[in-house]
């Protein structure tokens, strides 16, 4: 490829914008355009890297060949499961690989087992074939507990960069790292109270959990929370949580399996709901609604939570002998400072990009099922992974560079070496050339050519920033010389050999 043809250029000088230093080296080298309406628009030479990295990620699921999906975009994850259940009949559909692009530049891997051993171990394959696929790319990636996308127990390789896209917690301390989505942070533990009697006492004007505790002298800790959301069909959820900790709002989507809004004022009404003095102590809504609690309000004390009417509250409220819920699961926001759950250390926020998300998929009462040898019906057993393959190569790039620009790694690289023609006209440098093309050629490397009018300098810049893993130069003087000059793009010196040497001098990287 002649560089002259090549849709995409270099620049020297580059909007800033906030990204991974990566980002913008891979701007300034011509292999990508950024906009704020379509995203990521990979040029010819990010398109190449692209595919490369796509047959270096998703192809480490090699024990069994993917077969290749095109599913729409929306609503995949039912489109999966009708897919599943339309197809699979028989154990000896098993096992099964699919892959499929879940969004542009997002490659998704389904495993589908007929045991939960043999999804653990395919499934723990790929990821020890991923971390060392991290190791050979010299990628500082760090494993890290992943939000699930689908309900199931999910995680996630991430490299911390500056300006990353993606943000998780990791505790200085122990390394425990998680997305906050993900992680519970440790919840300190209440001296236990000997029980108590409900009693309902007047809190005038305290619709507030400070308020409230303020009034009565109690700690936070010793109150329930109530907050209310709704599904788009007008279902209130109520969460139920202990008073000085926060609700995080995608663990309660995920426990209803519902996307939420803060329910209404209207809407509560409807319910029969008095916002500001609710409980699930005593309550009697007009609709049905859920109640969803977080495992904090199994602590042994003697809670203040809200008595369903105006300006009253009740004092000595135990979980479960005074309310029930439909759901009890975590409900707890992680957050930069809260305490490790591994340690109880703070927690710091980490800025990176994840790359890749590897998730198994619960089995559930209406799922897939296959029909064993003795044609008995038993579950499928799903795992997913997806990969982003844009992230992945922006890491490379924050990993691969100095200051004049990249270097590339070559399992990645768009071309093998970059040729720097000086002097094309000369006859003896044209001559050369010829050779050097029937060499490289011969020997099944892919060169991109630069036999620009352009000066050395320009040139030898354009190569730096493009950063292939070898320069090779003809020119008058290299001939003089004795030959080609050829340098490993991370290496500090040049070195001419001659068109004999050339091949043996480039298989020495």
């Known amino acids: ?15 800033q914008q906030r990204e991974p230093a990566g980002q913008t080296r891979l701007r300034r080298a011509g292999y990508l355009r950024t906009s704020s309406d379509a995203g990521f628009i990979w040029l010819p030479l990010g398109a190449m890297m692209l595919e490369r990295v796509q047959r270096l990620c998703v192809g480490l699921v090699s024990d069994v060949q993917p077969l290749v999906l095109q599913l729409p975009e929306q609503d995949q994850e039912a489109w999966l499961h009708e897919l599943i259940k339309a197809e699979i009949r028989s154990y000896r559909q098993l096992p099964q690989r699919l892959s499929w692009e879940a969004r542009p530049g997002v490659s998704a891997i389904l495993w589908l087992e007929a045991t939960q051993d043999d999804l653990e171990t395919c499934m723990n394959t790929s990821w020890e074939d991923w971390q060392a696929t991290w190791a050979r790319l010299n990628l500082k990636a ?6 699930p996308y689908m309900k199931g127990s999910a995680r996630a390789w991430g490299m911390p960069c500056a ?4 943000a998780w917690l990791t505790c200085p301390h122990c390394g425990e790292a998680g997305e906050t989505g993900a992680l519970r942070p440790r919840v300190s533990p209440l001296p236990e109270e000997p029980p108590q009697e409900v009693e309902e006492v007047a809190t005038p004007g305290c619709t507030t959990i400070q308020s409230v ?14 907050v209310f959301y709704a599904t788009p069909q007008g279902r209130i959820i109520f969460a139920v949580v202990r008073g000085d900790l926060e609700i995080d709002v995608g663990k309660l989507e995920r426990a209803v399996g519902a996307s939420l809004h803060p329910a209404s004022s209207e809407e509560l009404e409807a319910a029969g ?3 500001g003095y609710a409980s699930p102590v005593g309550l009697h809504p007009r609709e049905p609604i859920t109640v969803v609690g977080d495992p904090s309000i199994q602590a042994n004390i003697n809670f203040v ?5 105006p300006g009253y509250h009740l004092r000595g409220v135990r979980y479960p002998r005074d309310f029930e819920v439909d759901i009890l699961t975590d409900l707890i926001q992680a957050h930069e400072g809260a305490p490790c759950p591994a340690c109880g250390h703070s927690l710091d926020q980490t800025d990176g990009l994840v790359l890749i998300r590897q998730e198994r998929l619960p089995v559930s009462p209406d799922g897939p099922t296959y029909l064993d040898e003795t044609g008995r019906p038993l579950p499928v057993h799903i795992g997913m992974a997806w990969v982003d393959l844009h992230r992945v190569l922006v890491a490379i790039a924050e990993a691969h560079h100095d200051e004049r620009g990249l270097i590339l790694p070559s399992i990645i690289a768009p071309y093998d070496a970059h040729v720097v023609v000086l002097n094309p006209q000369n006859p003896a440098v044209a001559e050369a050339v010829d050779q050097l093309a029937e060499q490289l050629e011969g020997n099944g490397w892919e060169v991109l050519w630069d036999r620009r009018s352009e000066s050395a300098g320009v040139k030898f810049t354009d190569a730096d920033l493009i950063g292939l893993p070898w320069r090779i130069t003809v020119s008058p003087r290299s001939l003089k010389q004795g030959g080609i000059e050829i340098k490993a793009r991370a290496a500090a010196s040049s070195t ?12 020495g990287d």
């Open 1 to 15: 490829m002649e560089i002259e043809r090549l849709f995409g250029r270099t620049r020297r000088e580059i909007g």
């Open 496 to 507: 001419v050999v001659s068109l004999d040497e050339l091949m043996d001098a480039l298989s």
């Open 273 to 275: 709901i008095v916002a």
């Open 163 to 166: 300006d990353g896209p993606d």
């Open 213 to 226: 505790a303020d009034f009565l002298g109690v700690p936070t800790s010793h109150t329930l929370k109530a």
């Open 142 to 147: 760090q494993e890290i507990v992943a939000t």
């Open 305 to 309: 939570a809200g008595a369903n009417r």
